[in-house]
C-alpha cells in the first residue's frame, strides 16, 4: 500500500497482479461482489446472539455510558475502547493488541499507523479517534511472525476484512481472539491536516503532530477542536466549525469507497464502539460511549466491568442506538440507495441495500448530490492548490461550496427558503393529485 497523487493509501504492484482476477483477494476484499457480506458473517460469528435489528446487526447487549476517569478523560469519547482493550491485555486474554497510534511524520512518512501494543500503557498512548488513512499489512505480518493470541481495533471494512482473512488463513484464525469495532462515518485523506494547517497559517511541513478532537470537559463533545503541534514546540488549534472543510457531513477529503459502504456500527466486530450523540450524552465534554456488544465473553467481561464500578454504564435498546447513529444510517442506508441507482461505468459493489430513489424528497437528492461532488472535488481542487502552492485556491473554493452545502441541508439564506418554497409547492400538487 502506499500514497496516491490525493493522500489516500492504494496498492501498488505490477500491472500484471493488479489487473488479474485473484479468488483469494476476491473474497477477502470487504469491498468485494465475491466476498461473504455482513450479515453473512455475522451469523457465522454470533449465532446465537439474542437480538437482531436491520440497522445495528446481532448483538448480546449495548449500553450507554463511560469508562473510569483515566480512561475517559484520555480517550475522545468516553474511553471504552482503550478499556476493553487493557483490560484484554490485564487479564492475559491477550498478548497484543493491534491499533492505530501516532506515528513520526519524518521516520514513517505518515502521522499514523497500526502498530501491536503489548501494554497497558501502550495501548493508552494509541487512544483517541484518527481520521487518516491506514493500512493492517504490517501487525498482520507481525502477528504471522510471533505466536500469541491477538486482538484487533478497526473501522467496519477492516473488521470485516480480518474476519474475511481469518476465514482463508488458519493461523489467523487461531491467533486473532478478539475483534473491537469503531463506529465510522467515513474516512478522510491525508490531505486534510495540510488544510487544517493551510487554514492556521502554518507549513504542513512544519506539522509534528496532531489531535483531531482534543477533549474539553467545559465545551460540547460535538463541539470537535482541532490540535496542531509544530515541530519547532509552539502549538495551534481551532474549533472544526470556523474551518472552511469542517462540516464532517459535507464530506471533504472522503475515500471513494466509503460511498459504497453500508456498515456504520462495524457489525462484524465482537464488540463496537461509538459516540452517544443524542442529549445530553453530546453535551457533556467529558465524552461519553455507546456501546454493542456481539460476543459473550465480551458481554462478561463488560458486565464484570459495571459490577465492580470501573463502568459507568446504562443498559439500551437498539432504536436508542440508531438514534445515536442517525445521520450515518441515513446517509450509508437511504443515501446509498440513491447512490446505486445512479448510471455508472465502473464496477459497483454488492450491496445489502437495493437502488432506488422514487420517493427520495428534492432536497435529500440534492444533499447525496453535493457530498458526492464535494467528496470527489475536494480532492482535486487541493492537488492543484498544492502544485500551485495557492492554499487560497482550494480554501476560497471550500468556503463556496460549503455555504452552498449548508443552505440545501439546513435551509439557510436564499436557497435554502427557495427549496422550501419548492418542496412545499410540489407537495401540494402531489396531494392534489392524491385526492382527485
Request: aromatic content about 10%.
Amino acid at each position: 500500500m502506499d500514497w496516491d497523487a490525493h493522500g489516500l493509501l492504494k496498492p501498488r504492484g505490477p500491472d500484471r497482479w493488479l489487473r488479474s482476477p485473484d479468488a483469494v483477494l476476491a473474497r477477502t476484499c470487504p469491498f468485494s461482489p465475491a466476498a461473504a457480506d455482513e450479515d453473512a458473517i455475522a451469523a457465522a460469528r454470533f449465532p446465537d446472539a439474542p437480538a437482531a435489528d436491520p440497522r445495528i446487526g446481532r448483538f448480546e447487549t449495548a449500553y450507554v455510558g463511560h469508562a473510569e476517569e483515566a480512561f475517559r478523560m484520555g480517550g475522545s469519547s468516553g474511553g471504552l475502547v482503550s478499556w476493553v482493550a487493557a483490560e484484554l491485555l490485564r487479564r492475559g486474554l491477550v498478548d497484543g493488541v493491534a491499533h492505530v497510534a501516532p506515528a513520526d511524520p519524518e521516520r514513517d512518512g505518515r502521522f499514523f499507523a497500526y502498530r501491536v501494543s503489548r501494554t497497558v500503557d501502550e495501548v493508552r498512548g494509541g487512544a483517541k479517534s484518527r481520521y487518516y488513512p491506514v493500512e493492517l499489512s504490517r501487525v498482520l505480518a507481525e502477528i504471522r511472525a510471533t505466536p500469541g493470541r491477538y486482538a484487533v481495533v478497526g473501522i467496519p471494512c477492516f473488521i470485516k476484512a480480518v474476519n474475511l482473512l481469518r476465514a482463508e488463513d488458519p493461523l489467523l484464525a487461531e491467533r486473532i481472539a478478539f475483534t473491537l469495532g469503531l463506529f465510522c462515518g467515513h474516512m478522510k485523506s491525508a490531505r486534510m491536516v495540510e488544510s487544517f494547517a493551510w487554514q492556521l497559517g502554518v507549513d504542513p511541513t512544519a506539522v509534528q503532530a496532531l489531535d483531531y478532537r482534543i477533549k474539553d470537559p467545559g465545551r460540547p463533545a460535538n463541539w470537535y477542536r482541532a490540535h496542531l503541534v509544530l515541530r519547532d514546540g509552539s502549538a495551534r488549534a481551532q474549533d472544526w466549525w470556523h474551518l472552511a472543510d469542517g462540516d464532517w457531513g459535507a464530506g471533504f477529503f472522503q475515500s471513494p469507497a466509503c460511498s459504497w459502504c453500508d456498515d456504520v456500527v462495524a457489525e462484524t466486530a465482537d464488540i463496537a464502539f461509538g459516540d452517544a450523540w443524542v442529549e445530553p450524552y453530546s453535551s457533556d465534554g467529558r465524552g461519553t460511549n455507546v456501546v454493542i456488544v456481539r460476543s459473550p465473553a465480551l458481554a462478561g467481561l463488560v458486565a464484570e466491568g459495571v459490577e465492580q464500578g470501573r463502568l459507568q454504564l446504562e443498559p439500551v435498546d437498539a432504536d436508542f442506538v440508531a438514534q445515536t447513529q442517525a445521520a450515518g444510517l441515513r446517509h450509508r442506508r437511504e443515501g446509498l440507495a440513491w447512490r446505486l441507482a445512479q448510471p455508472r461505468t465502473a464496477l459497483q459493489p454488492r450491496k445489502r441495500v437495493a437502488p432506488g430513489a422514487a420517493e427520495l424528497p428534492l432536497r435529500r437528492r440534492l444533499v447525496y448530490l453535493l457530498r458526492r461532488e464535494i467528496g470527489s472535488w475536494s480532492h482535486r481542487v487541493f492537488r492543484l492548490a498544492r502544485r500551485l502552492g495557492w492554499p487560497g485556491l482550494y480554501i476560497g473554493w471550500a468556503r463556496r461550496v460549503l455555504a452552498v452545502y449548508q443552505a440545501v441541508t439546513y435551509s439557510r439564506g436564499r436557497l435554502g427558503a427557495a427549496l422550501d418554497w419548492i418542496e412545499r409547492h410540489i407537495a401540494k400538487r402531489h396531494n392534489r393529485n392524491l385526492s382527485a
